[in-house]
């Protein structure tokens, strides 16, 4: 049914899609590239948008290949970086800042309590890059990072990226910005359910 989507990790992803190939008479067509398409023999449909595209092969082959994986996370006042090969997370560090929210009173105090925030955005933004560069940059360099994938608050994300510093990662950032709360190092582990998932929307329903 249109609307529907799923976020299937590699070890149900085959399963999956053999159950919705068995209700809809088999596939007969396969298109792939940035996404995989299935059509099945009743003209139902699976949309497929894999992890590191593009997909040059079987899609199954494909999200189950190791990566080594940079992962940036990155809120106003926490941020996460880690290197992970496969699941495993093998390099990280995490860290916090204080910055306060948003003040809704009007008036001179509201100006100076805008500037301190702004102030303390801008300290939480920079040590932000600062881990980026200890985790990523280096590995990056050397060439022995596959993807970086980002995840958290878009702007915040931009706002880092622009580092100079962090100029090797750029070309290896994925398109998917993963959605995650505060960063830590608990949700920092977790990202790879996120960043492995591939993103199947049917155009008929069966269940997951």
């Not at 299937?8 to 298109?31: C, F, S």
């Not at 009743?42 to 199954?60: H, K, Q, R, S």
């Not at 102030?119 to 280096?138: K, P, W």
Request: proline letters at 6%; aromatic letters at 4%; hydrophobic letters at 45%.
């Amino acid at each position: 049914m249109a609307g529907e989507r799923y976020a299937l990790p590699p070890e149900r992803l085959a399963r999956w899609l053999g159950r919705w190939a068995e209700a809809h008479g088999g596939v007969v067509r396969t298109e792939t590239g940035e996404r995989v398409v299935f059509t099945a023999s009743d003209g139902a449909v699976a949309d497929c948008e894999p992890p590191f595209p593009p997909v040059t092969g079987d899609l199954l082959e494909h999200v189950a290949q190791e990566r080594t994986v940079g992962v940036l996370l990155v809120r106003l006042g926490g941020h996460a970086a880690g290197v992970f090969r496969g699941r495993a997370l093998v390099d990280s560090k995490v860290d916090s800042r204080l910055v306060h929210g948003r003040h809704r009173a009007g008036g001179s105090s509201a100006n100076r309590f805008a500037r301190r925030r702004a102030g303390q955005a801008r300290v939480a933004l920079q040590a932000a890059a600062g881990v980026a560069v200890r985790v990523l940059a280096g590995p990056a360099a050397a060439g022995e990072l596959d993807a970086v994938v980002l995840g958290g608050d878009r702007r915040a994300l931009d706002d880092v990226m622009a580092d100079q510093r962090l100029a090797p990662l750029r070309a290896l950032v994925a398109d998917r910005v993963i959605d995650v709360p505060d960063p830590r190092l608990a949700v920092l582990r977790d990202t790879p359910q996120l960043f492995l998932a591939t993103i199947v929307r049917p155009s008929g329903r069966i269940g997951s």
